[in-house]
C-alpha cells in the first residue's frame, strides 16, 4: 500500500527551531511536498524534493532520503504565524496525490 | 501562482438532496483536483478532472454519488448527490502549477454540512 506517518502534534517556542517528519511506504512516487494549513484556511504549497538532499526555501527547508522512505521539514526562527498544520504529501507516479495526516505545530511566546 | 474561487463557501443542506460546488481559476489550467477533508483532519482526494475528459475517481469515491463537471480550462463544478450526514466535511478543488501534482494551489473550500 502507500502512506504517510507524521507526528501528531508538535508544540516549539518562538525563535526556535522544528522539525517535523515524515515516514512514507510506496512503490513508487516522484518526490515529496509539504504544504501549510492555518485554521480554517486552505492549504499552501511550501516546499518539494525531487531529489535526495536538502532544499531551502527561507526560514524553511525540507529534506528527503528516499533509501530511507524519510523526510522532514524544518523550520527555523520560528514565529507565532507559523502555528498551523502541516502535511507532507507524495504524487505516486501520476496516479493519486496522497497527503499524511498532518502535524499540528504551536508555536508558544 | 493560480487563484481560484469556490462557490459556495458554506452552506447547510437537507439529507437527500444534491449541492453543486462551482471552482473557478484565473488562468487555464490541465489537471483540476477535488478534495474532502473533515475539520482537523487530512485531505483527501475525490477525483481529478482534466477537460474534455471523465475525471478519474480514486478508491471509495463513484460518479454517481460526486459526479464532476469540466467544461473547459478554468472551471469545473463537483456535485456532491443524495447528501447524507456523512457527507458533511469541507470540500476543497485544487490545480497544478505545471505538469506534475507536486505544487498544487488550493482554493479556499466549501463547509458543507448536512443535516
Known amino acids: 500500500g502507500q502512506s504517510l506517518e507524521q507526528p501528531s502534534e508538535v508544540t516549539a517556542v518562538e525563535g526556535a527551531i522544528v522539525q517535523i517528519n515524515c515516514t512514507y511506504q510506496t512503490s513508487g512516487f516522484y518526490g515529496l511536498s509539504w504544504y501549510q494549513q492555518h485554521d480554517g484556511g486552505a492549504p499552501t504549497f511550501l516546499s518539494y524534493n525531487g531529489l535526495d538532499g536538502l532544499e531551502e526555501t527561507g526560514r524553511f527547508s525540507s529534506f528527503l532520503s528516499r533509501s530511507d522512505s524519510y523526510g522532514y521539514l524544518l523550520l527555523q526562527e520560528l514565529q507565532m504565524k507559523d502555528s498551523a498544520s502541516y502535511f507532507c504529501a507524495f504524487d505516486n507516479y501520476g496516479q493519486n496525490f496522497v497527503f499524511g495526516p498532518g502535524t499540528r505545530l504551536s508555536v508558544l511566546p | 501562482s493560480a487563484v481560484i474561487s469556490q462557490k459556495p463557501s458554506r452552506d447547510i443542506c437537507q439529507r437527500g438532496t444534491s449541492l453543486t460546488i462551482q471552482c473557478q481559476v484565473d488562468s487555464q489550467v490541465t489537471m483540476m483536483f477535488w478534495y474532502r477533508q473533515q475539520p482537523g483532519q487530512s485531505l483527501t482526494l475525490i477525483a481529478t478532472a482534466n477537460q474534455g475528459s471523465e475525471a478519474t475517481y480514486e478508491s471509495g469515491f463513484v460518479i454517481d454519488k460526486f459526479p464532476i463537471s469540466r467544461p473547459n480550462l478554468t472551471f469545473s463544478t463537483l456535485t456532491v448527490s443524495n447528501m447524507s450526514p456523512e457527507d458533511s466535511s469541507i470540500y476543497l478543488c485544487?490545480?497544478?502549477?505545471?505538469?506534475?501534482?507536486?505544487?498544487?494551489?488550493f482554493g479556499p473550500g466549501t463547509r458543507l454540512t448536512v443535516l
Open positions: 485544487s490545480v497544478d502549477r505545471g505538469s506534475s501534482y507536486n505544487e498544487q494551489f
